[in-house]
């Protein structure tokens, strides 16, 4: 059964950092590129970032670029995502979804049960 279990989310004043993580089985992790996505409180979802099964290529979107740092540590089956600088309207429940394939281009596949970030003061 494949399991994506988010942490570290929580309550944090606007210009701090959050680190959130994502540890993934019941699959070979290695195998397949993850993303993160997100929902602001009463929006729809927003696409944050994606990364390949390797590691080595990533892509944010454009909103988020400088702030925002996606990573993987394929030997600890474990998807990150740094958050550095967080504005209010980074406030979300931020999830963790494994992609069909290997590259950041695949279908979503499996979602995680989210974590919560909220920015404020």
């Known amino acids: 059964e494949v399991q994506l279990v988010e942490s570290g989310g929580g309550l944090v004043q606007p210009g701090g950092s959050l680190r959130l993580s994502c540890a993934g089985s019941g699959f070979t992790f290695n195998n397949f590129a993850m993303t993160w996505v997100r929902q602001p409180p009463g929006k729809g979802l927003e696409w944050v970032s994606a990364?390949?099964?390797?590691?080595?290529?990533?892509t944010y979107a454009d909103s988020l670029k400088g702030r925002f740092t996606i990573s993987r540590d394929n030997a600890k089956n474990t998807l990150y995502l740094q958050m550095n600088r967080l504005k209010p309207e980074d406030t979300a429940v931020y999830y963790c979804?494994?992609?069909?394939?290997?590259?950041?281009?695949?279908?979503?596949?499996?979602w995680g049960q989210g974590t919560q970030v909220t920015v404020s003061s």
């Open positions: 990364i390949n099964s390797g590691g080595d290529s990533t």
């Open positions: 979804v494994k992609l069909k394939g290997p590259v950041r281009a695949a279908d979503f596949d499996y």
